[in-house]
T-cell receptor, first 116, second 116 residues
């Protein structure tokens, strides 16, 4: 399967611990997006990369959140000192953007975080 | 800023009933509009899209028409099936230039349950 892959699929942690999620996009895609989805809500934009450059960060992304895409391929999203309010599904999407490509987003299945 | 509003759900229908899920948007310029679907346990999938006014997107028996005069993109299907049970998200993508170009803004989602 060559879709967007996210790991781990589920993470349960205690408040105050750090967690890291990984996203492997579709291989030729140059853009990678992170979204957060809470129960009963639509996905909320967090940040995105074009190749290795982080081009935009939402105000939702507090200083406890950091994302990287060091070689323009996979990306990590780290949450430090987790809080119960961080409990959500973290979605990754990728797209091929530029030129004649319309940048349709392809989503992974998400990483569910539960903070106890 | 850009925003998407979906009809408040959930929606429960009998098989073969007619479906409408309302979606309205607020955006500057001429956004592209999308419907994504999330089946239980799966990631978001693109259902259909429309990139300019009066375009009709269609897929799997679903249709939506981009109405700029009413800033709407309502999803319709003439005869739903049990397998259509899922969460449906309306989304827009700004088409203006700048670093925000490309990301999606989602509505809150509408849960559809179809009974035999």
């Amino acid at each position: 399967d060559t879709g967007v892959s996210q790991n781990p699929r589920h993470k349960i942690t205690k408040r105050g611990q750090n967690v890291t999620f990984r996203c492997d996009p579709i291989s030729e895609h140059n853009r990678l997006y992170w979204y957060r989805q809470t129960l009963g809500q639509g996905p909320e934009f967090l940040t995105y990369f074009q190749n290795e450059a982080q081009l935009e960060k939402s105000r939702l992304l507090s200083d406890r959140f950091s994302a990287e895409r060091p070689k323009g391929s996979f990306s990590t999203l780290e949450i430090q000192r987790t809080e119960q309010g961080d409990s959500a599904m973290y979605l990754c999407a990728s797209s091929l953007f530029g030129g004649r490509y319309t940048g349709e987003l392809f989503f992974g299945e998400g990483s569910r975080l539960t903070v106890l | 800023g850009n925003s998407v509003t979906q009809m408040e759900g959930p929606v429960t229908l009998s098989e073969e009933a007619f479906l409408t899920i309302n979606c309205t948007y607020t955006a500057t310029g001429y956004p592209s509009l999308f419907w994504y679907v999330q089946y239980p346990g799966e990631g978001l999938q693109l259902l259909l899209k429309a990139t300019k006014a009066d375009d009709k997107g269609s897929n799997k028996g679903f249709e939506a028409t981009y109405r700029k005069e009413t800033t709407s993109f309502h999803l319709e299907k003439g005869s739903v099936q049990v397998s259509d049970s899922a969460v449906y998200f309306c989304a827009l993508r700004a088409n203006a230039g700048g670093t925000s170009y490309g990301k999606l803004t989602f509505g809150q989602g509408t849960i559809l349950t179809v009974h035999p």
